[in-house]
């Protein structure tokens, strides 16, 4: 479980493909930290570390989180968000995260406002009813607030902090990026729709 507060960003240093799979060697400030079979959000993703040297981990991502996220496109020398999983004894600062990707969306517009930046995402209809005005959404692993939605389309505004302590300062049009959906929303979707069935 995460909060969608971004810790660092780390940089991945290595792809190796084994049949369906891809494991990653990222390099980032938290990585000695880490300890094997602990669960750590990587853009939004949960994986899990499988060996830690020194400041660098190795995470592998099976074929249906390639298929459901951006990972597959991943390459050496991009940024990667990364948070580790929240202490319950603390503030929630951002919303519930899972780190279980839904889908990806596409970048279509990207605004300087003087001093802060509007991106606009395009996602795929059918999730829809899971995206609602001034809710939240979890992209690239980043807990943000949602506004003007449409039902394939929504914005974000993004703070100075956030533009240069995360990877979205990448994220251009036509760029990818993952989206978790909003838990409470997709319960409450799910519910809806087996009322409406009986």
Known sequence: MFTGIIETIGTIE???TAGTNKT??????????????????HNGVCLTVEE??????????????LQKSDLDHWKTGDLVNIERCMLMNGRLDGHIVQGHVDTTAICVDKKGLEGSWEFRFRFPE?????????????????????????????????IPYTFEHTNIKQVEPQSTVNLEFDIVGKYIHRIASLKSLS
């Open 14 to 16: 290595q792809v190796i």
């Open 24 to 41: 990653y060697w990222i390099a980032s400030s938290l990585s000695r930290q880490f300890k094997v079979d602990q669960s750590v959000s």
């Open 52 to 65: 830690v040297q020194d400041n660098r981990h190795r995470v592998t991502a099976i074929a249906e989180t």
């Open 126 to 158: 059918q999730f829809g009813a899971l995206v609602i005005e001034k809710g939240s959404i979890s992209l690239n692993g980043i807990s943000l607030t949602i506004f003007n939605v449409t039902q394939n389309e929504f914005s974000v505004a993004i």
